[in-house]
């Protein structure tokens, strides 16, 4: 029997969305449900990501289940050049579910084609990371009691951040409006904005979101990364356009809430920790049932 | 100029029973050959290439003795070649003439442009959705990158 998988957000419709952020809810409330007891599940992790690796294994244990599998290629027969396709075949036999990780853009989709169990993506190069994308949608609905209608502002490298591509796409069936803010060489590429397009959602764009901040829900920020820019003068132009500091969520709506995937580097002024419309910490705490939902949605048990 | 008129005429005319492809791109003659497998066949096939082309400036073209092609055959040169016209000939008459359709979906033909894209690392079978027919757009079934007509390579 071939398991459902979860490679890239837009495997899911609206409905499914739903259907995990209510179970993840339960979760929250009750996060220790034993509904994975007499389960192992593999987490293949071919790159570090410490923080995705222990919130998914957090989550096997919180349902009872059990966890085998590496962190680090070079303790593992990969390095003696075993394929992907060798591994996945593998351990497929040994456990019900395999979450992985790997550098090479894809190797999840086809993971999912030759196994025969259940394969959750946990970040494939530079494509998808939906648990990723899943939790932000949590967050949001969590913290505007709602994902219809609200102003979705995303700030910072808008060309290369996955997560706000795969944020766009989800929440693209929640009749958004999306603030663009970037640099001009980190603009959303114009195949999204098509999309935005073809699908009546409303967007603008533009360089400075500081006049506008009063109109946010949601403030997305992401990093601006050193290495995008060809001439180093102008990511220092660039960099501290892209701030934000709690001067400016001063006349911001009541609800707003900032978050941000983590890890930060200086686009989020350690000012704004302590203002309660800073919600990344709590975003990255809802990662736990989120993935808790996933792991039960993809293993058909809840 | 006249020779190249008779040749184009001839290549048409004089196969009895079997298929006639034309106004396909010179550069794209041999991975339409290629594509088709016509290498590894026994039937008799002729070739003109750098023929004059009206529409085209220049084109080629094959014709194949006792060959017919099926419509999933045929539209995998949609690729390299969009604007091919393919000729059915029974008794030395065209019977049916097809035009190559983009098919919704591209398998083994195309090499994705991704360098970090699983089929690029391991032994797996290239796949590509057909975003756009008319400006041929592909996005690859594993990476989800998009290609655009003149990114497309041909494996
Ligand atoms: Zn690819």
């Known amino acids: ?302 | 100029m006249s020779t190249i008129k008779n040749f184009s005429q001839m290549t048409v005319n004089a196969i009895r029973e079997g298929t006639v492809i034309d106004h396909i791109p010179p550069h794209n003659l041999f991975k339409v050959i290629s594509i088709l497998g016509l290498n590894g066949i026994n039937n008799q096939i002729t070739f003109g290439t750098n023929l004059e082309s009206r529409r085209m400036g220049k084109k080629a073209i094959i014709k194949i003795t006792d060959k017919f092609f099926t419509d999933d055959e045929i539209n995998k040169i949609a690729m390299v070649a969009p604007q091919a016209k393919l000729n059915t000939i029974r008794n030395y008459k065209v019977v049916e003439k097809r035009e190559v359709q983009v098919p919704d979906t591209v398998t083994g033909i195309v090499r994705c442009l991704n360098p970090k894209c699983i089929t690029n690392n391991e032994k797996v079978t290239t796949c590509f959705n057909v975003l756009s027919k008319t400006e041929v757009t592909l996005r690859c079934h594993y990476c989800e990158q998009v290609m655009e007509a003149d990114e497309i390579r041909i494996l």
């Open chain 1, 1 to 302: 029997m071939k398991g459902k998988s979860l490679i890239s957000i837009t495997d899911y419709s609206k409905e499914d969305y739903l259907e995990i952020l209510d179970s993840a809810a339960d979760f929250e409330k009750n996060p220790d449900q034993p509904l994975l007891q007499g389960k192992v599940v593999a987490t293949l992790f071919y790159e570090p990501s410490t923080r995705t690796r222990l919130s998914f294994e957090t989550a096997v244990q919180r349902l009872g289940g059990k966890v085998i599998g590496f962190s680090d290629v070079n303790s593992s027969s990969v390095t003696k050049g075993e394929t992907l396709k060798d591994t996945i075949k593998i351990i497929s036999n040994y456990v019900d579910l395999i979450i992985m990780r790997h550098p090479m853009e894809g190797s999840a989709r086809y993971a999912s084609e030759i196994s025969d169990i259940s394969i959750i993506n946990a970040g494939d190069g530079a494509n998808q990371h939906p648990s990723q994308t899943l939790l932000d949608l949590y967050s949001i609905r969590k913290t505007q009691g709602t994902l219809e209608n609200l102003n979705v502002f995303m700030i910072g490298d808008l060309k290369y951040g996955r997560t706000v591509h795969s944020l766009l796409m989800a929440m693209s069936h929640f009749k958004p409006t999306f603030y663009f803010f970037s640099p001009e060489a980190l603009r959303m590429p114009s195949g999204y904005k098509h999309f935005l397009k073809e699908k009546g959602i409303k967007f603008v764009e533009g360089s400075d979101f500081v006049p506008v901040i009063q109109e946010a829900d949601i403030i997305y920020m992401t990093r601006v990364q050193k290495e995008r820019f060809s001439d180093p003068i102008e990511y220092e132009k660039n960099k501290s356009v892209y701030v934000l500091n709690n001067a400016m969520l001063e006349h911001t709506r009541p609800n707003v809430r900032v978050l941000h995937p983590l890890p930060r580097v200086n686009e989020i002024n350690l000012d704004v920790d302590d203002n309660p419309k800073a919600y990344y910490y709590d975003q990255a705490r809802n990662g736990l049932y989120v993935r808790q939902a996933i792991i039960c949605k993809v293993l058909g048990i809840k």
